[in-house]
C-alpha cells in the first residue's frame, strides 16, 4: 500500500474513531431527563436532537470547510424535495431569508413588476418585526391590514381596502404554524398581478388545500421562508432557507445571497458558464472576470456547511417533529374544554392542516392577561407574546408616526390591537410530553 493510501486509511480510522466517541458523548451526556414533576420548567420551545446532530457537526467540523460546502448541498436539496420546489437556497438566518426574499423584488430584472421605492406592500403588524423590516428599510411602503380571531391571520375581507395603484406585493406570515386564507390571498395577488412572499418561518409542514391541491405553505406564493432558530419547527442554530419555483427570481436569490454578484458558480467552482472572460459587463472592460461583476448591491447571508450538518439530520426527524406538534396541540385544546369562557382558543384555518408553532389564547373581556400570565409563568409555564402585537406601536415606528409618513394603515386595526392587550401563547414543541401538556391545561385552568 502507498504512502498516501496508508494516510488516507488511518486518517479515516481516526475520524470513525471520534465520531463513534462523539456519539457515545451525545448518548451519555445529553438528553437525560427523568420523568416530568408538576412545577418543573416547561419552555415554549426547545431543540430536539440526539447524536445524528452532533456527529454531523463533529464530521463537518473535521473536515473544516467551514463555509457552504457538500451539506450545504444535502440540505438545500433535502429541504428542496420534501416542500417540493425547485429551488431552495440556504442562509444564515430566517430573518436573512425574509430580507432576500423582498430584496429579490427590487431586482432591475424584474422590468416592470419590480419593487421600487415609494411601492406598497400590503402585510400585518400583528406579528414579527422582521417580515416587515425589508419594506421599511428599502424606503417602500408597508401597508397594514388587521387580522382576524381566533385564526391570527389577515382578514381578506379587507385586502381590496389596502390596494392602491401603487401596490406591488403581499408580504405576510403564517401565524404561529395556522396557514392563513391562501386561497383568498393567493387569488388576490393574482388578480391585480402582486407578488406574493409567504413568511414561512413559523409554519414549516404545515400545508394548505387549493384548488384541490394539496400544498405545503411557502410553495403557493412567489417565494417562501423559513427560520431554523433553537425555538423553529426544527434547528441549526442559527439558518433560514428560502425558496421558490421560479428560475429568474431563484437566480435574484443568489445573487442577493452572494455579495450580489452576477456568477452563478457554486463554492469552489470556477467558469461553469464557459464564459468567465468574454463577455461585456456594464460599462467594465470586455472580459472582465465575471466572478467579480455584480448585478446587484448584495450581501454575504450564507449559511456554514457546520450548520447545514446539523440541519441534515433534523430534517430526516421533521416528518415526526410536524405529528408530535400536532398532537400536542390536539391534547391540549382538549385539556382545556370548559374554559372556553375564559379563553379563546385557537382555530385552524379553513383548508389547512396546520404545524403548529405554538398554542394561542387569548383573554375574554374581564380576564386580565398580565394576571394569567404571571400565575402561569410562576407555576414553571413559560410564555410569549404574539410577538410585536401591533409593531406600530413600538418605538422603531415613533418617527414615522410622529410625521405621518412611512406605513399606512388600512382600515381600523383593532383585532390586532385586543391581540396587544390580550393574547398570549405556549408552546407545543415535540419534546413535550403528554404530562407536561396535561399540566399546562391544569395551570391554564386554575389561573
Known sequence: MSDEKMTAAGQEEARSQILKLVADYCDKYHNKKGPFEEGQRIPYASRVYDSHEMVNLVDSALEFWLTSGRYTDQFEKGLSDYLGVRFCSLVNSGSSANLIAFMALTSPLLGERRVKRGDEVITVAAGFPTTVTPVIQYGAVPVFVDVTIPQYNIDVTKLEEALSDKTKAVMIAHTL???????????????????????????????????????????????????????????????????????????????????????????????????????????????????????????????????????????????????????????????????????????????????????????????????????????????????????????????????????????????????????????????????MIDYMAKVLKEA
Open 177 to 435: 404554524g395556522n396557514p392563513y386564507d391562501l386561497g383568498a390571498v393567493k387569488a388576490f395577488c393574482d388578480k391585480h398581478g402582486l407578488w406574493l412572499v409567504e413568511d414561512n418561518c413559523d409554519a414549516l409542514g404545515s400545508r394548505y388545500t387549493i384548488d384541490g391541491v394539496t400544498k405545503f405553505t411557502g410553495t403557493i406564493g412567489d417565494i417562501g421562508t423559513s427560520s431554523f432558530y433553537p425555538p423553529h419547527h426544527m434547528t441549526m442554530g442559527e439558518g433560514g432557507a428560502v425558496y421558490t419555483d421560479n428560475a429568474l427570481l431563484n437566480k435574484i436569490i443568489r445573487s442577493f445571497r452572494d455579495w450580489g454578484r452576477d456568477c452563478v458558480c457554486p463554492s469552489g467552482r470556477d467558469n461553469l458558464c464557459g464564459h468567465r472572460f468574454d463577455r461585456q459587463y456594464g460599462e467594465l472592460p470586455l472580459g472582465y472576470d465575471h466572478k467579480y461583476v455584480y448585478s446587484h448591491f448584495g450581501y454575504n447571508l450564507k449559511a456554514t456547511d457546520m450548520q447545514a450538518a446539523v440541519g441534515c439530520a433534523q430534517l430526516e426527524k421533521f416528518p415526526s417533529f410536524v405529528e408530535r406538534r400536532k398532537h400536542n396541540f390536539t391534547r391540549l385544546k382538549a385539556g382545556l374544554a370548559g374554559a372556553e369562557d375564559k379563553y379563546i382558543l385557537p382555530v385552524p384555518c379553513e383548508n389547512s392542516d396546520p404545524s403548529w408553532f405554538g398554542f394561542l389564547i387569548t383573554c375574554r373581556e374581564g380576564v386580565d392577561r398580565n394576571k394569567v400570565v404571571q400565575y402561569v409563568e410562576g407555576k414553571g409555564v413559560q410564555t410569549r407574546m404574539l410577538f410585536a402585537g401591533n409593531l406600530t406601536k413600538h418605538p422603531c415606528f415613533n418617527e414615522m408616526r410622529e410625521s405621518g409618513s412611512g406605513y399606512r394603515v388600512a382600515g381600523a386595526l383593532d383585532n390586532t390591537d385586543r391581540i396587544m392587550r390580550d393574547t398570549f401563547w405556549v408552546g407545543v414543541y415535540p419534546g413535550m410530553t403528554d404530562e
